[in-house]
Every structure is written in structure tokens, then in C-alpha cells.
T-cell receptor
Framework: KQEVTQIPAALSVPEGENLVLNCSFTDSAIYNLQWFRQDPGKGLTSLLLIQSSQREQTSGRLNASLDKSSGRSTLYIAASQPGDSATYLCSNFGNEKLTFGTGTRLTIIP | EAQVTQNPRYLITVTGKKLTVTCSQNMNHEYMSWYRQDPGLGLRQIYYSMNVEVTDKGDVPEGYKVSRKEKRNFPLILESPSPNQTSLYFC????????????FGDGTRLSIL
């Protein structure tokens, strides 16, 4: 059974810094890898989707990479802003099911 | 506006009283699924549907039922709710099962007393 781990569980950084969030999988059979953000009391918003044949995706200040051989993905956020404060979750789609990590709660300090 | 709509957003009810949480999407998506989110456990998939009349169990299906009679709707049914089903529930959809982003509803907070 696929398990997804996100470390750290919480992270606080000063505004303007670059940061990296980590996600690792127990099963290297990754069909697509998706990063979401969740704001308090809200649903999940898709940030980036890396298909199984891809290694990375970029959107604005966000860059997500996928290393299938090691079962790891990272989300890089450049020049962080207070509006980036949220919980970030990664998920793997495999065997018709979506498996989520428990998330990293990110706080950007103004 | 493309969206996934869940109703109700909040519900407090009592043990054993049947309830249904509706989920509707207006994007003609084939894949729909339900999740529950609990502190420390993250999001766990309850049921999913690859297309109309096709449903299958996720990781935590016990105590839940679903149906997919129409492409746009995927209701979650709790026949006899119990307190351990108190949770935050999310419905999601995507155009196909693989290689397309998931779109989530805003969530339904259920409290079973």
C-alpha cells in the first residue's frame, strides 16, 4: 500500500526567502504527482501536476520536481510571500486511487 | 464557472439518522471521488468512480455508500452514521482518472453526536 510522507510537518520562514517542501513515497509506481495548497476551512487547490513521464513543472514562483527512482518530490517556492501561508499537500495517483501526504503547514513571517 | 459543489457545508446530526451529502460537478468530468480529512491522518479516499455506474472502494469505505447514476452527481450516503464518522469530507473530480488535475469542493463538516 502506497504511503506518502511529508517532512517537515510545519515550517516558518521569513518573507522573501526561498524554500523547499519535501514529499516521499513508499512505492515508486507513481502515475501522476500533484501538489495542492489548502487554506484553513477551505478545499484543496491544485498547484502543479507532474505526469509520470515528466520530471518537473513550473508555475510562476513554484517549481515541482519528481524523482521516481527515489520516490521523492519537492516543491520549491521562490521569494516567499505572506499569501503563501497555507498547508501544502502532495498526492500520488496510482491504481485508480489518490493517496495524500499529511501535509506541511507553511507560515511566512512578514 | 467550473466548480465542484458540495451540500451541505455543515451538518450536526445524531447517531443512526441516515444522511446524504451531495456532490455535483459542471465540468463533464468522468472521475469523481470522496475523501475524509482527519487531524493527524490526512486525507483518505472513501470511494471513487471512474464513470457512470462504475464505483469502487477506496481506503476507508466502511459505513459509507455511493452511487453514480449521472455523470455530474456523486452523492455520499451514510446509512447509519456513528460518531467516528465525524470528519471533514471532500468531493473531487477530474476529466480522466490519470494525468489530469483533481478539482475539489469546499468541503462538508459533519458532526455525529
Amino acid at each position: 500500500k502506497q504511503e506518502v510522507t511529508q517532512i517537515p510537518a510545519a515550517l516558518s520562514v521569513p518573507e522573501g526567502e526561498n524554500l523547499v517542501l519535501n514529499c516521499s513515497f513508499t512505492d515508486s509506481a507513481i502515475y501522476n504527482l500533484q501538489w495542492f495548497r489548502q487554506d484553513p476551512g477551505k478545499g484543496l487547490t491544485s498547484l502543479l501536476l507532474i505526469q509520470s513521464s515528466q520530471r518537473e513543472q513550473t508555475s510562476g514562483r513554484l517549481n515541482a520536481s519528481l524523482d521516481k527512482s527515489s520516490g521523492r518530490s519537492t516543491l520549491y517556492i521562490a521569494a516567499s510571500q505572506p499569501g503563501d501561508s497555507a498547508t501544502y499537500l502532495c498526492s500520488n495517483f496510482g491504481n485508480e486511487k489518490l493517496t495524500f501526504g499529511t501535509g506541511t503547514r507553511l507560515t511566512i513571517i512578514p | 464557472e467550473a466548480q465542484v459543489t458540495q451540500n451541505p457545508r455543515y451538518l450536526i446530526t445524531v447517531t443512526g439518522k441516515k444522511l446524504t451529502v451531495t456532490c455535483s460537478q459542471n465540468m463533464n468530468h468522468e472521475y469523481m471521488s470522496w475523501y475524509r480529512q482527519d487531524p493527524g491522518l490526512g486525507l483518505r479516499q472513501i470511494y471513487y468512480s471512474m464513470n457512470v455506474e462504475v464505483t469502487d472502494k477506496g481506503d476507508v469505505p466502511e459505513g459509507y455508500k455511493v452511487s453514480r447514476k449521472e455523470k455530474r452527481n456523486f452523492p455520499l450516503i451514510l446509512e447509519s452514521p456513528s460518531p467516528n464518522q465525524t470528519s471533514l469530507y471532500f468531493c473531487a473530480s477530474s476529466s480522466t482518472a490519470i494525468n489530469q488535475p483533481q478539482h475539489f469542493g469546499d468541503g462538508t463538516r459533519l458532526s455525529i453526536l
